[in-house]
T-cell receptor, first 111, second 113 residues
Framework: SQQGEEDPQALSIQEGENATMNCSYKTSINNLQWYRQNSGRGLVHLILIRSNEREKHSGRLRVTLDTSKKSSSLLITASRAADTASYFCATDAGSARQLTFGSGTQLTVLP | EADIYQTPRYLVIGTGKKITLECSQTMGHDKMYWYQQDPGMELHLIHYSYGVNSTEKGDLSSESTVSRIRTEHFPLTLESARPSHTSQYLC????????????FGPGTRLTVL
């Protein structure tokens, strides 16, 4: 099964609310990345957090990493309709040579 | 938007046809990748390349083949398309390590009838 699993699979909120998505993984990692994918498009990199970091911010995005629980969360504050997309976590698992992507969270922000 | 391009964006083709999906990037990246993604599902790595004349198979078995004759170009070929090949194909590249930030093209949605 895949290294990263996102939770929830789908999330629907009102504009202005905060959205939180979680990612769990199985093995030790060097870093964890979050990507966004608009419908029918490629992925866009949002943020990378290294295994020795616990929290990182970028604009309205806040990412946390808990290596003891093998989990990460992505928080989008003050969501906008334009944030509607699928969000994927991707892990760099130690000696693995490639990124492994999770199954994604489909976020819908209602205007 | 990243400087990585895929053509065609959509392709509907009959069973048994040979197809080539094109991917080009103008960022000078050595590392390039092909992923397969079914709607609403995770990405599966099917091929990657570390540079010119380097190609490797990914985690997901695929009947496709790739070539890397030029740094900027990484085409994927299916010799005989089948309905089971219907999917979205995403091309990506990265600058240094494969686990660095990857830049994705817009994807090719392939339907095999």
């Amino acid at each position: 099964s895949q290294q990263g699993e996102e939770d929830p699979q789908a999330l629907s909120i009102q504009e202005g609310e905060n959205a939180t998505m979680n990612c769990s993984y199985k093995t030790s990692i060097n870093n964890l990345q979050w990507y966004r994918q608009n419908s029918g498009r490629g992925l866009v990199h949002l943020i990378l957090i290294r295994s020795n970091e616990r929290e990182k911010h970028s604009g309205r995005l806040r990412v946390t990493l808990d290596t003891s629980k093998k989990s990460s969360s992505l928080l989008i504050t003050a969501s906008r309709a334009a944030d509607t997309a699928s969000y994927f976590c991707a892990t760099d698992a130690g000696s693995a040579r490639q990124l492994t992507f999770g199954s994604g969270t489909q976020l819908t922000v209602l205007p | 938007e990243a400087d990585i391009y895929q053509t065609p964006r959509y392709l509907v083709i009959g069973t048994g046809k040979k197809i080539t999906l094109e991917c080009s990037q103008t960022m000078g990246h050595d590392k390039m990748y092909w992923y397969q993604q079914d709607p609403g599902m995770e990405l599966h790595l099917i091929h990657y390349s570390y540079g010119v004349n380097s190609t490797e198979k990914g985690d997901l078995s695929s009947e496709s083949t790739v070539s890397r004759i030029r740094t900027e170009h990484f085409p994927l070929t299916l010799e005989s398309a089948r309905p089971s090949h219907t999917s979205q194909y995403l091309c990506a590249s990265s600058e240094f390590r494969p686990t660095d930030t990857q830049y994705f093209g817009p994807g090719t949605r392939l339907t095999v009838l």
